[in-house]
């Protein structure tokens, strides 16, 4: 695989870590009931990415499973 290819794969890998990681926190916020509008905002914004073609694209998951893993792991303690 080329140099130019393995930049686009770390460039993918490093945009749906940040946003798994941004995920995270929130749901600890909106766990620890933060009532701010902003947590909830960006609660929206991050499952309508993870729910994205564009998410699919850079990760080849399935969105919908992601946020359920998610959710179970930082947000319902199963």
């Known amino acids: 695989m080329?140099?130019?290819?393995?930049?686009y794969i770390q460039l993918a890998h490093?945009?749906?870590a940040v946003a798994a990681e941004s995920y995270k926190y929130t749901l600890l916020a909106v766990k620890n009931h933060t009532?701010?509008?902003?947590?909830?905002?960006?609660?929206?914004?991050l499952?309508?990415?993870?729910?994205?073609e564009w998410f699919g694209l850079l990760s080849g998951l399935d969105g919908r499973y992601f946020i359920q893993k998610m959710q179970?792991?930082?947000y319902f303690d199963r």
């Open 47 to 52: 499952e309508s990415f993870f729910l994205s």
């Open 2 to 7: 080329s140099d130019f290819l393995d930049g």
């Open 35 to 45: 009532r701010s509008d902003s947590v909830f905002r960006r609660k929206e914004e």
């Open 14 to 16: 490093a945009i749906v």
């Open 72 to 74: 179970e792991v930082y």
